[in-house]
Structures are given as C-alpha cells and as structure tokens.
C-alpha cells in the first residue's frame, strides 16, 4: 500500500486549490472517492440530520498505516501523487490531500483505520483541527470515519446549511454520480436509520440507471459505444420522446470521474437536433475513457472540471457517436392510453367506449419503441402503396403492417424539404430555380445588414442576392425544391431568421435554422387538401427520406397507433 507523504511546496503551488467543503454532500463526495481509490467494493455511509449532525462512511479498501494517520489529516499529504509531473496522469480520484485536513478542520473526526493483512489497526480523532495521539483500533479491515457536527465551529457557514431534505438531496445526487461510475461496487446510503439508496455490486449501468431514475428512463434508453483514436466513449442515451424541461439528467463521466463540460453537453444536444423541441432536453448517461495524459484533471477546486489535450476531436467523438445512434432509429412515438379496469359485470361489447378515440390519440406515451429493432415499415418491400385517408385537411391516416400511422402532413412534408435541401447543400449543388425578373425585397436596415453579411451562405442555399441600397435587395434566384412557395415569402422567412434575437451563433447551426425556416414556408399546410397522387407521392418520399420521424424543429412528423394497442385498447388481448 503507497504510504502517505507530504508533498513538497513546488508540487503544492501546481494544484488547483479552493474550498472543497462546502456542504455535508462535499464530504461525502471526498470520503467516499478515498475509499474508491483504497479499491474499496463495499461503500456504507450512513448520515443523522442530511449529514450535518453525522457522516459515516465504513469500506473494506486498503486502509492506513497506523503511523500515516496523523500525516492523513495534514494538507497536501497524500500517498497518490508523488511529483509535480504526476499531476498530468492523473489515475486516482484525489491527489491533492488535501480533502482530510479541510473536514478535520470544520468538524469533529474520528478515522480508524485497519490495513488489509495487519492483525490490528488504530485510531485518530481530529477536533477542529486539533489531533489525538494515535491508539490502537480492533474493527475489521477497511476503514471507517466519522464526521460528527459539520461546521459547529464556523457558525457562519452552519447558517448556510439547507433544510436536512435539501442537504439529504445533494447527498443522494453526489451518491448517484459515485454509484453511476464505480458498478463494481456495493453502495449502501442510510439516513437517520433508514436506507435511502441500496446499489448491489451485480447491477451494472442500466440497472442501477433503472434504480436511480425509474424504469422508464431505463427502457427508453439506446446503448452508445464508440471509439476514436485513444479516446472511447460508452453509455446510453434516451429515446428523445424521454426529454426533459432541464438538464439534471445528463450525466457525464470522464475517466470515471463524474464532471461538468459546456461544450459537450453541447455535442449532444446538437446530435439530438431536430429531434427534441427548442427549450427541450435528452437524458444521457455517457462515459468517456481517455489515457491520464489526455485530460488535465487539476483545474477546478472541486475537479468538477476538466481540460481536454483535445477539445475538438472529444467534441466530435460525442457528436458523432450519438448522432449516428439516434439516426438508425425509429423514432416514431407511439401512442398508448390507460386501459380502464374491467368490471365484473361488464360485457366488454356492450360497453360503450370508456373515452372518444380522439381523447385517446391526445396522450402520447413517452415509452416509445424501447428498441431499434422495430423499424418503420418499409412500403419499398411491399409492392401495393399504403391505404392514407386525408383527415381534417391536416392528417393522414395511413394502415401500416405495424398499426396506424397518424401522420402530421405539414410536419412530414416540413421535413422532406429539409433533408432534400441538406443533402444538397451538404453536396454543394442546390438546384437554383432563376427569376426571369429577379425580385427587389425591402428589409429594415438590420434585416438588410445581416443578408448582406450571410450573403455568400445565401448562395449556397440557392438564394443569390444583391444589394440596391437604402434596404433593398434584389433576390435573383431560390432553391428550385421549394417552388410551392414564391420567392418573397421564401426569402423573408430568411431575412426574418437572420436578424432574430435567438439565431443560432455557429455558422452550421445558423444554416439548419435557415433551412428549417424555409422549408417550413414552402411545405404543404395544415387545411390544404391533397389529391391521391400528392397523399402517395408524400408517403413515397416518407420512406425515401431520412430522419422523417421528427420535424426540423422537433415535432413529431408521425404517432403510431401500434396494432397491440389497439387490440389491447378493444380488449381483443
Ligand atoms: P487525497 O485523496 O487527495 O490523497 P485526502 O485528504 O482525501 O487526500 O486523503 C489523504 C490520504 O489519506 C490519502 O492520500 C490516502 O492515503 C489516505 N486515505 C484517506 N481515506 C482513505 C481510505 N478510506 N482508505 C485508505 N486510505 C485513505
Ligand atoms: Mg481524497
């Protein structure tokens, strides 16, 4: 077992330093990583009043060397880190040392140690900062600390403390994020008696998801795993239908080490465009493994950060990774309704129906197909072209081997238009349909400005535009596939887009959005009645398409009525 030693003052300087107490949930965060790093596989904590009266942590890792449990409560002491250059391959949870001397100086401390292999161990307590003599211990191997009344000598901080429910939730967060990270190990969380949180070493990820945030997350999780380069990242991401109004279940994981990273939670929610609304996000789960040479772990007072060597290529692993996951799915939700109990005295065809078939296609179930093996039924292999029925001038029903396919014709259409003018930009060959008289547009001068400024991005939208002065512009060619609409309404939509407040700031997203506007205005409308020949040629470029699930915006193109449900709704099963 490394002993402990203290670092010397050029080491000491290097290390990112900070108050890392801050709340009986940071104790635990701290106590709970040394016994992980002491390669512990069973973890008790047990907590009086959210921790603030009480923090128990029991493991059965290593444990101290008798003579080293005075050197453990001393700062910048630690047996994980030896010179300043093992601060860039950083393979333990903590190296810093100083995490027991800050807890010993703030609270009342009691560490009893047992070395695997010794006979016997011992005992230290630390009051505020002032040590025992270290006595003999006779408790089993492991280690065992208690923290008993957090910050009773600095009343000021004390104050700061939340109600035990708001100090118990925190715990149970930083448990979570240990217990997410480390499934070879025994979690066990018990408050004032009770337990809260019971994690069996046999659980792996997608249980222990399913025990910290319910089955339905659990199920409408896809499996990610990707690698590239030394870079390999695994994890599973939720079914967008599984999106949230904030991002509290997202959870990221670097080399075990559970942090926080603007810019790829950006990666994701970018992967998942399109497919959840503006305002909306997915839950993930995601691991990223990098060698300890890749990622600078010394940055952040609570290491809740990170520094990537490379940003660009982790930025692209996630996005990718994800992106291509989401793309091979069915995403279609599917619609499901409570089925009321039956009664004893009930003949089920007698009964009239417990709600109107609309009221049932009002609730759509946010367990959608829960695998990818069910796919969209494919028309190309079925030579005879679906049975469609235009509803309202706005929907299509359409008898699908699967069940019946409510199709939003605006939303579908949206996004046919959209993929069309993708793959072409993406191509660089945007059909452009010539105005035989180019048309002069007048734009605030704001909307002015910024068309002239994208005006080279226009063109490869297809849209060609000069400069006339005082506001006007002259548009002198659009994207040939969006010829339902005229030039000027395509053209606003766009101006409109590029002096909006929420524009997106990154060209590639700023692009999207112009796509998407456009797309939007020259789609089929809700209230258009189509013809059989539009209906078909829709659903024929329904199949062509990729990514028909969704709109550009988010919005499902399609619900299925599964053919199981309506069997189960008719109580046919
Ligand atoms: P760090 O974890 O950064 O090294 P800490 O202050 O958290 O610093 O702990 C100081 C030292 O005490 C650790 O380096 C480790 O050697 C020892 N230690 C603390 N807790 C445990 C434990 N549960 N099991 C074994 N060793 C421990
Ligand atoms: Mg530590």
Known sequence: MPRILQLPPHVVTKIAAGEVIERPASVVKELVENSLDAGATRIEIDLEEGGADLIRIVDDGHGIEPDDLPLAFCTHATSKLRDADDLFRVGTLGF???????????????????????????????????LSFVRPWNGAPGTRIEVRRLFANVPVRRKF?????TELNHVVEAVT?????????????????????????????????????????????????AEQGPARLRGYVADPACERGNARQQYLFVNGRWIRDRSLSHAVQEAYRGLIMTGRYPV??????????HVDVNVHPTKAEVRFRDNQAVFHLVLSAVRDRLRGLSLVPRLTAPVPARRADDEPWLRPSPSSPAALFDSVSSTPATSNTHLTPTYAANPSPP??????????????????????????????????????????DVERQRLLVPEPMDLTSEQAAQVLEHKEALGELGLEVEDLG????????????????????????VADRLAARNRPPSRDALLNDLMASMACRAAIKAGDRLSAEEIAALLAQRELADNTHHCPHGRPTSLLFSREELDRQFRRT
């Open 96 to 130: 810093r040392g100083e995490a027991l001397a800050s807890i010993g100086g703030v609270a009342h401390v009691t560490l009893q140690s047992r070395p695997a292999g010794r006979d016997a161990g011992a005992e230290i307590t630390n009051d505020g900062g002032k």
């Open 161 to 165: 403390l939340r109600s035990t429910g």
């Open 177 to 225: 994020r240990l217990a997410l990270a480390n499934a070879n190990v025994d979690f066990i969380l018990r408050h004032n008696g009770k337990t809260t949180a019971e994690v069996p070493r046999g659980a792996d990820l997608r249980e222990r998801l399913a025990l910290f945030f319910g089955r339905e997350v659990a199920d409408t999780l896809y499996a990610v795993e």
């Open 284 to 293: 993930w789960f995601l691991f990223l493994d990098l060698p300890p040479d």
């Open 387 to 428: 049975k469609a029925v235009q509803m309202h001038d706005a929907y299509l029903l359409v008898e699908t081997p699967d069940g019946v396919l409510v199709i939003d014709q605006h939303a579908l259409h949206e996004r046919i238009l959209f993929e069309q003018l993708r793959r072409r930009m993406q191509a660089g």
């Open 470 to 493: 005082g506001g006007t512009v002259l548009v002198s060619s659009y994207p040939a596939v969006l010829t339902r609409a005229t030039p000027a309404v395509i053209f606003q939509s």
